[in-house]
């Protein structure tokens, strides 16, 4: 095992390459330890270079629908009227509270996705 610390992009590529050839490694094998080393590494260096921003409360609803099967007069009893889910969707209304907490109970999207940047 000769890990050593990820500086840059070249060192991640090294890393993502090693992790690729270990994978599925047998449990309490040295491979499998140097596999949990390296996505550890890789995680850290991804956190610090490459940060996911926070979610896009719109794409999350618009993905939850499309999960669902839903369409845009589902969300009536979220929303409110055909008029305001319109709007919403349209990105013209923001979210209210009482919408977040009635999507968030109704159809199972996480409070962090409806927030979107406000949590962040």
């Given at each position: ?5 990820i500086?840059?992009d ?5 890393a ?5 050839t ?9 491979e499998a330890?140097e ?14 270079h490459?940060p ?5 409360p719109?794409?999350a ?5 499309e ?6 007069r589902?969300?009536?009893?979220f ?5 305001r889910?319109?709007?919403v969707?349209?990105?013209k209304r ?21 927030l ?5």
């Amino acid at each position: 095992m000769n890990i050593s610390p990820i500086r840059n992009d070249a060192d991640l590529d090294r890393a993502s390459d090693r992790m690729e050839t270990l994978w599925g490694a047998e449990d309490g094998t040295p491979e499998a330890d140097e596999l949990e080393i390296l996505a550890i590494l890789i995680e850290r260096y991804e956190d610090e270079h490459y940060p996911i921003g926070p979610s896009d409360p719109i794409e999350a609803i618009k993905f939850r629908m499309e999960q669902q099967g839903l369409t845009p007069r589902d969300l009536e009893p979220f929303i409110g009227s055909s008029g305001r889910v319109s709007e919403v969707l349209n990105r013209k209304r923001r979210l209210s509270l009482r919408m977040i907490r009635q999507l968030h109970e109704g159809m199972k999207i996480p409070y962090e996705s409806l927030l979107g940047d406000v949590a962040a």
